[in-house]
T-cell receptor
Framework: QKEVEQNSGPLSVPEGAIASLNCTYS??????FFWYRQYSGKSPELIMS????GDKEDGRFTAQLNKASQYVSLLIRDSQPSDSATYLCVSGGYNKLIFGAGTRLAVHP | NAGVTQTPKFQVLKTGQSMTLQCAQDMNHNSMYWYRQDPGMGLRLIYY???????DKGEVPNGYNVSRLNKREFSLRLESAAPSQTSVYFCASSEGGFGAVSGNTIYFGEGSWLTVV
């Protein structure tokens, strides 16, 4: 079992819709959680970080964390074609980051 | 501000050849990392250096060696390249660890595409 599990996708949503990306993690000791966006052929870039249970909003992005369920999600409101990319869910501990394999999001006009 | 710079960007090696991937960061970060990314596998940690003068193995260290030359530079060496080492390699850095109160994040270089034939 992978330590951070994500559906590989592709998740296809129409422009303007809400995209919902989910992941689960296995290490209950994980203390920090991140969502990275990676365009094809490019390096990952940080979108959101979340450390405590609940929701955290930043512009069109909302990250949600539920430590009891070991579940992390990312909502993208008003999805744009430029949001089409692979989204990596990451869990972190003291000196360790575990990356999920990523979910490919395709936003079509 | 360059951030994390890694070279070369592209390299083709023959099986058995050796090479070194170079990485430098200008953010005065303590920790540096080497990851490899393969299709469907996500990013996997090869080696990391929590601070200058220390290095530790990650998930997939076999076939690789590293050197933390100074606080800025962290190199990855393939002594005898194998086709299984064909991958995209990312160097990264962070201020420190990723505990809940750290607020730290990791910054990536642009990647090095390595093909071993």
């Amino acid at each position: 079992q992978k330590e951070v599990e994500q559906n590989s996708g592709p998740l296809s949503v129409p422009e303007g819709a809400i995209a919902s990306l989910n992941c689960t993690y296995s290490d209950r000791g994980s203390q920090s959680f991140f969502w990275y966006r990676q365009y094809s052929g490019k390096s990952p870039e940080l979108i959101m970080s979340i450390y405590s249970n609940g929701d955290k909003e930043d512009g069109r992005f909302t990250a949600q964390l539920n430590k009891a369920s070991q579940y992390v999600s990312l909502l993208i409101r008003d999805s744009q074609p430029s949001d089409s990319a692979t989204y990596l869910c990451v869990s972190g501990g003291y000196n360790k980051l575990i990356f999920g394999a990523g979910t490919r999001l395709a936003v079509h006009p | 501000n360059a951030g994390v710079t890694q070279t070369p960007k592209f390299q083709v090696l023959k099986t058995g050849q050796s090479m070194t991937l170079q990485c430098a960061q200008d953010m005065n970060h303590n920790s540096m990392y080497w990851y490899r990314q393969d299709p469907g596998m996500g990013l996997r940690l090869i080696y990391y250096s929590a601070s200058e003068g220390t290095t530790d193995k990650g998930e997939v260290p076999n076939g690789y060696n590293v050197s933390r030359l100074n606080k800025r530079e962290f190199s990855l060496r393939l002594e005898s390249a194998a086709p299984s080492q064909t991958s995209v390699y990312f160097c990264a850095s962070s201020e420190g660890g990723f505990g809940a109160v750290s607020g730290n994040t990791i910054y990536f270089g642009e990647g090095s595409w390595l093909t071993v034939v």
